[in-house]
């Protein structure tokens, strides 16, 4: 097994491809607002249908981290369909995460290369599937990153090295601002460890080169990141959880648990893979250690130990940006692992990590596989919706279900409402041109695309905007503020309990009186009411 662990390694990344490729849809939270951002972003500045977009949508003129995933979606829903871009993105993010991955590990040590079969409960986490692409794609890049660095450190004299990794890093950057934070206090440590004989005696000329070589490499990075806290600010909203709470739920690889209540036992299994790893670690002491490999062992311990402690302090957003406890909870495991790269390992112990990292991988699959096939069909009759709406439309699109409920009263998603923003395919595609009022990424100014000054649906009904179920609200009110009708009005998933708030009940009188439903999908999945 240990001999052909490479050949075993493409098979599960085959197997982890399977569950985005064998769907048409694979649904996430954030997914189809991305795509439909990034449709509109290309659009705007290619001239298709620019003065229809221009009354609704401004383009923020600054470049900012998140802003990696919408160019790579924009520029491809150019060339195909918007399902197939997202899709695209989804399978360029599972490519660049796992080889990423085993490519930093070996870099750690190329004798245990094995460490990189557990990458499943690390891949398809809870960040991912509520559709924190350039998050989930930023930590791919941090292991390119880091393994560059661990490869070349001593060759960063030379200024092609040097500028390599600079653009790595600022690759990273433009994806997401956490994990190139990560990465480049993951470089100082190491850095420190391996010259901290510059500070005793102090020997300033030297140590003054090697900071300001390193300072060099950083400062585009750090200036992308220092630009963006200046706009966003540091506003944290408290966490909700109790630390004992947030150690319970970690304990049991919660972020790893991203559709269904039963992905809790290959989770569990992988803790307690992890931990009796580190029971052989702690045991054989230091027999296990590879004495050329120490200090990297360190800096990963410290970043165990950094990522847990910000986890367990950490509140539920900073700077606007929200669920940070599920970014940073896989994050101690993950490092933990890549710790044990800097251990010697036996063949047999290979054998088993393999064997069980093989076995949790499946299990994920076979719970998950039946429930994202069903999310596949339900987002495929919900598209049917855009043979009723007409190009050049402004739309009020409603949710009435997160999480999908089911006939038997089960629902698709048990550990996120991963239909949350799904109806904003209906603006990808690329045939249409449609204004999505419930377009909550142009509310954000840190997003490519952001609403003109009093096209903010929330201003007046912040009601209608996700978050709230079911949805209440007056279209009039925003009508009336931006003189603009409102063509279509879209139900995602009505529910007939909705029926029990008054104000569903007025918005369902309001719309008799505007509009006529002219359509209502097999399953009732979607409704399209158009203007009278």
Known sequence: MVRFEKYLFGVLVCFALSIIILPQYYITGDGASHAYNAKVLFDYVFGHERDFYKAFYTINRNLDPNWFGHLFVGFLTQLFPAWLADKFFQITYVLVFAFGFRFFIKALHHENTFLSFLFFPFLFTLAFQQGFYN???????????????????????????????????????????????YAMLMIFLLWLSEHFQLFIPLDFRKLSVQLSRLLLVFIPSLLLIFLFMLKRGVGREAHAWSIGKKLSAFFQFFASQSTRHAEVFPAIACSILLLSFLLVLIFTRIKVNIPKKMKLGYVLLCMMLFTFISYVTCPHSIG?????????????????????????????????????????????????????????????????????????????????????????????????????????????????????????????????????????????????????????????????????????????????????????????????????????????????????
């Open 320 to 532: 606007g940006a929200g669920s940070i406890d599920i970014r940073l909870a896989f994050l101690p495991p993950l490092f933990l692992l890549l710790y044990f790269a800097t251990k010697r390992w036996t063949d047999l112990t290979k054998m088993i990590f393999i064997g069980c990292s093989f076995f949790i991988s499946i299990v994920f699959l076979v719970i998950r596989f039946p429930y994202v096939m069903k999310a596949s069909k339900i987002g495929n009759e919900i598209m049917t919706a855009t043979d009723y709406i007409e190009d050049k439309s402004v739309i009020l699109n409603l949710h009435f279900d997160y999480w999908q409920k089911l006939p038997n009263g089960d629902s698709v998603f048990h550990k996120d409402g991963s239909f949350l923003h799904f109806s904003d395919f209906l603006g990808a595609e690329k045939n249409k041109h449609l204004i999505l009022l419930n377009n909550y990424e142009a509310e954000i100014n840190y997003f490519p695309v952001n609403w003109q000054p009093g096209k903010n649906p929330r201003e007046t009904v912040s009601g209608f905007i996700q978050g709230n179920l079911p949805p209440c609200g007056d279209y009039q009110l925003y009508e009336q503020k931006t003189k603009r009708r409102i063509d279509y009005i879209v139900f995602q998933q009505w529910r007939n309990d909705a029926m029990n708030y008054d104000c569903v009940k007025q918005l369902l009188k309001d719309m008799n009186e505007d509009f006529d439903k002219v359509y209502d999908s097999k399953h009732h999945y979607v409704m399209v009411f158009k203007r009278k």
């Open 135 to 181: 998050y989930s794609l930023a930590l791919g890049f941090f292991f390119y990153t880091m393994g560059y660095y661990v490869n070349h450190r001593y060759q960063l004299e030379h200024p092609f090295k040097q500028l390599i990794l600079t653009a790595l890093l600022l690759l990273t950057a433009f994806s997401h601002g956490m994990p190139v934070l």
